[in-house]
């Protein structure tokens, strides 16, 4: 199969190479010629990484690179010749609406366009196009070639043999793919989202410390603490689709942005990337594990919260969030719960971890947590109507 992959930037990279892993030919095109060229290097080096573990012989990860790999210089080009085109340009509606536009009117009515866009719609990309029926979301995740999880995201004229070809193309790279529908955040993004919200919150209020909540979360099973996770994926980042949801949702109040994340931004700190975040950390690399005060602070009035109640709160926020989305049509459970547990890392998905404290239980926490006269607690922890339907009493 010739797979075209636009944008050969981080993701497009990844893309590529996971492309070449699994014996395709690629096309790989950016604006830039010398983001190619750096694309190229990243595909090396990535390769290269596959060798050295053994996991790929050497000979054959040459003449990816010699043979199934090619530089493409136009989008009409490239759109001729490939099956399947992944589009991982900028975050940008309106360039990736001409960027689809250019791929339609160059590509034989069967090829398959792609978008791996995080969090703009499928079915305003697809509008571009006179075959919205053929345009799917892949979303990969970073990095992708480690990432075990796609997200194919049915926009609202996607067919079902274009959901199917996606699932198929997915599975053909060694990922395991879910199914959502074009809703924002899709399922990782917003489900996950009180993760990293929920701790801001407490932070905020005064009821934990940063280092407090990286503990009690860590303890629990999570591979990273939510001020651990931010720094390392960049503080700027987390803020660009903290906010793209709450404009998404209407600016609801769960999706506020911490004001805490918009200070460190406004004054640089980004995390590991700009060597001071939540926490500072060394020239060498590593985290110091100092944090940074006053993020990392406790504010000076909340009542401190005990780790166990720190954990029920980042997950009941979660799970109700989960039965949100599935109330709302956007995945099945199961996916739900693969998809955070290999796009997030988490060591349990939603539902199962609501089957596991009782559903019971969950609604009268959640109720208890919304009725605690909290900031915005009455819309943070208001019981999804798909939980209270399914909670028996
Ligand atoms: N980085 C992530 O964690 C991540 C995860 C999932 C999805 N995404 C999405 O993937 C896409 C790419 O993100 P990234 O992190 O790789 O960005 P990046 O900035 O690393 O790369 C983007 C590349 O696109 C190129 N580009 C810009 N306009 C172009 C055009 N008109 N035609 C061809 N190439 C063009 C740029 O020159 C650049 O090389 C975005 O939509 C992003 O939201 C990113």
Redesign the pocket.
């Known amino acids: 199969m010739i797979v075209g992959v ?8 990844g893309i590529a190479q996971l492309a070449l892993q699994a014996g395709h030919e690629v096309l790989l ?4 010629e010398a ?1 190619i060229a ?2 190229r290097d990243r595909i090396a080096s990535g390769l290269d990484r596959l060798v050295a573990k053994g996991r790929m012989d050497a000979d054959e990860a040459g003449a990816a690179l010699v043979e199934r790999l090619r530089d493409a210089h136009g ?1 009409d080009t490239l759109a001729a010749e490939a099956d399947v085109v992944i589009e ?4 940008d509606l309106d ?2 609406r ?2 689809f536009r250019a791929l339609d009117s160059a590509a034989p009515a069967s090829t398959l366009l792609a ?6 719609s499928v079915t305003e990309i697809a509008s571009s196009t006179q075959r919205p029926e053929r345009v799917v979301g892949l ?4 990095p992708a070639p480690v990432m075990a999880l796609i997200e194919v995201v049915q926009g609202e004229l996607t067919s079902a043999a274009t959901m199917q070809a996606g699932l198929e193309f997915s599975g053909g790279l060694g990922k395991t793919a879910v199914t959502c529908r074009d809703a924002p955040g899709f399922i990782v993004n917003r489900v996950n989202r009180p993760f990293t919200l929920e701790a801001l919150r407490m932070v905020d209020a005064g009821q934990a410390t940063v280092e407090s909540i990286d503990s009690a979360v860590e303890a629990a099973g999570y591979p990273m603490g939510p001020f651990r996770l931010m720094d390392l ?1 960049g503080i700027d ?1 987390n803020l660009a689709v903290a906010r793209a949801l709450h404009e998404a949702f209407d600016q609801a109040p769960r999706f506020r942005p911490s004001p805490r994340q918009e200070e460190l931004v406004a004054a640089g700190r980004l995390g590991r990337k700009t060597g001071s975040g939540f926490y500072r950390y060394g020239a060498d690399g590593p985290a110091s594990g100092e944090a940074n005060h006053p993020a990392g602070g406790r504010g000076p009035s909340g009542e401190p919260l005990a780790e166990a109640d720190i954990v029920e709160r980042i997950e009941l926020a979660i799970i109700n969030e989960a039965y949100r989305a599935i109330g709302e049509g956007v995945c099945s459970p199961e996916d739900a719960d693969i998809a955070l547990k290999l796009g997030a890392a988490h060591p349990h998905g939603p539902f199962e971890r609501a089957g596991m404290l009782g559903l019971r239980t969950v609604v009268e926490a959640l109720a208890r947590l919304a009725a605690s006269g909290e900031m915005d607690a009455r819309e943070r922890f208001t019981v999804a109507p798909a939980l209270w339907g399914m909670a028996t009493f």
């Open positions: 636009v944008g050969a930037g981080t993701m497009g990279a095109n950016d604006l830039d983001a750096r694309g989008l991982a340009a900028l975050e360039l990736k001409t960027i978008t791996n866009t995080s969090a703009l979303h990969f995740f970073n994926v980042v």
